[in-house]
């Protein structure tokens, strides 16, 4: 069914290229964006952009993976919002480590309803580093997040109040260790100095000064701008994203779980902060696993709960232009079309 068109009556080409676009809204380890997509006339290949300013954040590249399953995630909503449902290839060449996934074997389902709305939700997303209010998160729209996570192959502890102390304090530890590592201070430097590149973390969306927090927050070495006020996070809820076994793939599908688990999270009006800090550390990440019981391996922290209504949310991180990361070569000059991200037709909004 390669090249028919969906009921919309847009080529296959033109879907596949707006939802390579449109998937970098993906959250990404320091707005990194470290992936690339390459349209075929009947599939999307996706590959990882290694950077060497984070071999000292992320020497495993486990970061980065789950960076890329957020952004295949996002691409797969795309394109079931156009109404097209692909066959996910993980990993499918041995011989060539940095393609990810290949999305094939494409077949017209009609457009799915739920994945519009997710789609609205990639233009709203957004890390808010603030405190957030005193409203407790909901019981269901905690187990709706949770769902959301393991219907895509990953898993979600949500912690007790004495698992979250025990966080806090490995995440104390991490940030005195990494404070010590001269290499990660100056990668740290670096993705917070990227004005005007459309990458890495501006000014506007770092706090002020450390926000009063249950789990201390990254120190990126440099304050920001973004006001906190005087609140805490006491009403928050804490979780540990993790799988099976701590390979490549697991990886890659949990960052497919992070993206529906935070997207979901957005539509039920949940903000998501991601801990990464504690789990760059080995022994801070061991202790994490230890909190599983040692049944799985924890790959990221998550900060769950109501924003504070007095405040606005905080300006969207900068991306990279479609160009950067969508290759249309093999198709160039068909009929694949100027791509835009999904969002702007779905709802016809601008930038935020």
């Not at 290949?45 to 980065?64: F, S």
């Not at 808010?128 to 729209?141: I, L, N, Q, T, Y």
């Not at 898993?155 to 806090?168: G, K, N, T, Y």
Request: net charge neutral; with cysteine.
């Amino acid at each position: 069914m390669g090249h028919k068109t969906a009921a919309t009556g847009r080529p296959l080409i033109t879907a596949l290229t707006e939802a390579a676009a449109t998937s970098g809204r993906a959250p990404s380890v320091h707005n990194s964006q470290p992936w690339r997509w390459k349209v075929l006339p009947t599939a999307l290949e996706l590959r990882v952009v290694r950077d060497t300013r984070l071999a000292a954040i992320d020497p495993q590249g486990r970061l980065v993976t789950l960076s890329c399953g957020a952004a295949l995630h996002h691409a797969r909503v795309a394109l079931a919002a156009e109404g097209w449902t692909a066959l996910v290839e993980r990993l499918p060449d041995p011989n060539e480590p940095e393609l990810l996934a290949r999305l094939a074997g494409l077949w017209h389902t009609g457009a799915d309803p739920d994945a519009m709305r997710l789609v609205q939700c990639m233009q709203v997303r957004r890390t808010d580093r603030r405190p957030v209010s005193e409203e407790p998160v909901p019981g269901p729209a905690l187990d709706e997040i949770v769902q959301a996570a393991s219907a895509e192959g990953a898993w979600l502890e949500v912690l007790d109040s004495d698992q979250v102390m025990e966080v806090a304090a490995a995440a104390g530890r991490a940030a005195a260790a990494e404070a010590g590592e001269p290499e990660l201070r100056g990668e740290l430097e670096y993705w917070t100095s990227r004005a005007g590149t459309g990458t890495g973390l501006p000014p506007e969306v770092l706090p002020e000064h450390a926000p009063q927090t249950t789990v201390p927050a990254r120190d990126f070495g440099r304050p920001g701008t973004l006001p906190v006020g005087p609140g805490h996070d006491q009403a928050a809820r804490y979780a540990i994203l993790y799988g099976d076994e701590d390979e490549q793939d697991n990886w890659l599908r949990a960052g497919e779980g992070l993206s529906a688990a935070w997207l979901t999270a957005t539509r039920l009006g949940v903000s998501v902060v991601p801990l990464s800090g504690v789990v760059e550390v080995d022994g801070t990440r061991q202790a994490l696993r230890r909190l599983l019981a040692g049944l799985g391996f924890a790959y990221l922290a998550l900060r769950l709960g109501i924003a504070d209504p007095a405040h606005a949310g905080p300006p969207r991180t900068p991306r990279l232009p479609t160009e950067r990361i969508v290759d249309t070569c093999a198709v160039r000059g068909g009929s694949a079309q100027r791509a835009r991200p999904a969002a702007y037709r779905a709802g016809g909004q601008g930038k935020r």
